[in-house]
């Protein structure tokens, strides 16, 4: 360790770091994520551009037909000394996939069907099916290899004063080539992580160089004149922005007022008004579709398009209405109306607008919101999540029962028949799923996920590693000018 540690100071130390700092409206999953894959990375790995490139594994090929990637690890080492090879390699992603058991990213890791260490620093990974965007898959942070409790980098991590220092380790201690002049191009990041409003404060007072991580609902008004338009940029990726039912009781327990629910919300409205916070969002719309446009080739066609939003509320009016005069049969006076929700929301001026919106949409029907922290239990959960690979099966395991006990069976049944057919039936059998999905209406859709970044005004001249890219992927290595 002490080597890495020297090998890391050498050559950045004396620059000046990048002030980074994460937005944490949502959670400080993001963080966490980005810090690992910084500090842990796995067999391979996500560039600035969001294409997969070598990580531990310096190379690797594709056999048996997509089923079978054999990888071979680089000449280097763990933290501690021991040498990285196929077995610990092994070892160290069961862990890395036992800990996703549970989560949607598990249920995406169910392809791998054997983990093999073969001679030397060769590692196979075997899968059920072939699986054209594994690589993709497997370039997730949560897939960073750890040795003990440590990752063999590409940079250090040491937590002073409330920052994460993360510091470059030099090439030549991580097993690769020496570059001519790599020392005086780097330098350290200083990361920090706060709220929305506080970031593009800090950004706008000097305090910060790049504000990463933005989400919609975190996205604060921006004024032009204290940042400038050039500052802000949008990344509109597939996956998912949407409401998900967590309790399929009282009022959502019927699917026909769900879809009342979900026919009565003004989606262009809320893209309009959510956007203006930062001026308009290039290329932001609104959905009431699952899968996002252009993944896979399921073509199912938007819900509702044959009637106006007044036609819509009348409709939702209309089974509100019948619903309550059911239930006032035989509810108890104290037991209220029933037509009160509550909403899982995290905190943010994007997410106040987004609320009031919602709030005002579902009011028109005589149903009420309440507003709780996004950890707290709700009757419905705002999901806002950016698809880790481009295929129909991430947005299904995103709701598989296996994640969720609110959930469609026969959806999971159907992806699962779709791993078993020839390929020309898959896209057909996805569409049946998405349909299902819908007509459950127990994740509603709203648009696509946004991410937002800023970039401080006298950052952008030497601001290297930042790339605009369909799946909001801005890892902070490159960042530090080390992978250029």
Known sequence: MAALLAAACHGSAQQQPLRVVMVDDSGPSSLERELRAATAEGLVSLDEEGKVVPGLAE???????????????????????????????????????????????????????????????????????????????????????????????????????????????????????????WAAGVRPLAVSAMGGERAVADLAAGRADVVLGGRITDLPPIQRGLLGQRSVRFDVAPGLFGLLVEKDSGFLAVPTNRAALAMVIDRAGLVAAMGAQGGGVPGWSPTTRLISPGIGEVQIPERWTDMDMDQRRAVAVQRVAVWAKARSASAKPEDGDGLDLSIAMPGGVGGNVLFARLAQDVAAIGLRLRRVRIGESADLRLIDQVARYPSPVW?????????????????????????????????????EAEREVMEANLFIPLALPVRWTMIGSGSGNRLRGLSPNIYGVHPLYPLSGASH
Request: aromatic letters at 6%.
């Open 395 to 431: 947005f299904f395991n995103q709701l598989h029962c296996g994640v969720h006990s609110v959930c469609t069976p026969d959806v999971d049944h159907l992806v699962a028949q779709a791993w078993n057919v020839e390929a020309p039936l898959v896209p057909a059998l996805y569409a």
């Open 59 to 181: 190379r690797w090929i594709v056999a048996d037909e997509g089923r079978g990637y054999i990888f071979r690890l680089r000449d280097s080492a763990w933290p501690d000394g021991t040498r990285l090879s196929g077995e610990t390699a092994k070892q160290a992603l069961r862990r890395a996939m036992a800990a996703q058991r549970g989560r949607a990213l598990g249920q995406d890791l169910a392809v791998i069907e054997d983990i093999r260490a073969m001679a030397g620093r060769v590692i196979e990974i075997r899968l059920a099916q072939p699986m054209p965007n594994f690589l993709q898959l497997l370039a997730q942070p949560e897939l960073g290899l750890e040795h003990r409790g440590r990752g063999a980098g590409p940079m250090l991590r040491k937590h002073v004063d409330g920052l994460d220092w993360l510091t470059p380790i030099s090439p030549d201690a991580r097993g690769l080539p020496m570059s001519e002049g």
